[in-house]
């Protein structure tokens, strides 16, 4: 059974960085694109960010380059995303995501960031 | 960016009926590869979102075939036929034809 677990949301201040973790199990994580996807309270859903299966390619919307950095280790089968310089607007409860078929075909629970002061 | 407008924003059925739920985009969603990378989900009340249709079309694994995908270029439609209880919930269209991807505002399929 395919099974993504994220960790590492929590209540940061504006300004500082947080960063999220993805452990995946129940498929060969090599052999996908992984993502991440927001979404914010009550709204619905945006895509954040895109990795290859090797790590060698990455994609960001606009509003996060040079804030973020998704990144996965393939040893441990886990997906990374670096938030730097939070802002308000990134609020939102973070879902990892795998690819198979559609960008999106598994999802985890989601975790929840808070940026507030 | 491209946008994708869905109509309606609510979509009340009667179960055992069909729904419809259409999504138009600001540009024609066909990659220079000719795939076409329109997606359909579905988040239930309190869920994580569910993959239902890729590529248009396709059904992802398990998805009932009462779920039913079409469309080109820049008009696309969900049909959901003999609506059940567990298909309630938030639709929302997506694109990765062009960057950044982007999602529908999303219908949400209620009880008439």
């Known amino acids: 059974e395919v099974q993504l677990v994220e960790s590492g949301g929590g209540l940061v201040q504006p300004g500082r960085s947080l960063k999220l973790s993805c452990a995946a199990s129940?498929?060969?994580?090599?052999?996908?694109?992984m993502a991440w996807v927001r979404q914010a309270p009550t709204k619905g859903l945006e895509w954040v960010a895109s990795i290859s299966y090797d790590g060698g390619s990455t994609y960001y919307r606009d509003s996060v380059k040079g804030r973020f950095t998704i990144s996965r280790d393939n040893a441990k089968s886990s997906l990374y995303l670096q938030m730097d310089s939070l802002r308000s607007e990134d609020t939102a409860t973070y879902y990892c995501?795998?690819?198979?078929?559609?960008?999106?075909?598994?999802w985890g629970q989601g975790t929840l960031v808070t940026v507030s002061s | 960016d491209v946008v994708l407008t869905q109509t309606p924003v609510a979509q009340p059925v009667t179960l055992g009926d069909q729904a419809s739920i259409s999504c138009r985009s600001s540009q024609s969603l066909v990659h220079s590869n000719g795939n076409t990378y329109l997606e359909w989900y579905l988040q239930k009340p309190g869920q994580s979102p569910q993959l239902l249709i890729y590529k248009v079309s396709n059904r992802f694994s398990g998805v009932p075939d009462r779920f039913i995908g079409s469309g080109s270029g820049s008009d696309f439609t969900l049909k959901i036929s003999r609506v059940e209880p567990e298909d309630l919930g938030v639709y929302y269209c997506?694109?990765?034809?062009?960057?950044?991807?982007?999602f529908g505002s999303g219908t949400k399929l209620e009880i008439k």
């Open positions: 997506f694109q990765a034809t062009h960057d950044p991807f982007t």
């Open positions: 995501t795998g690819a198979a078929g559609g960008w999106f075909a598994y």
């Open positions: 129940g498929f060969t994580f090599s052999d996908y694109y």
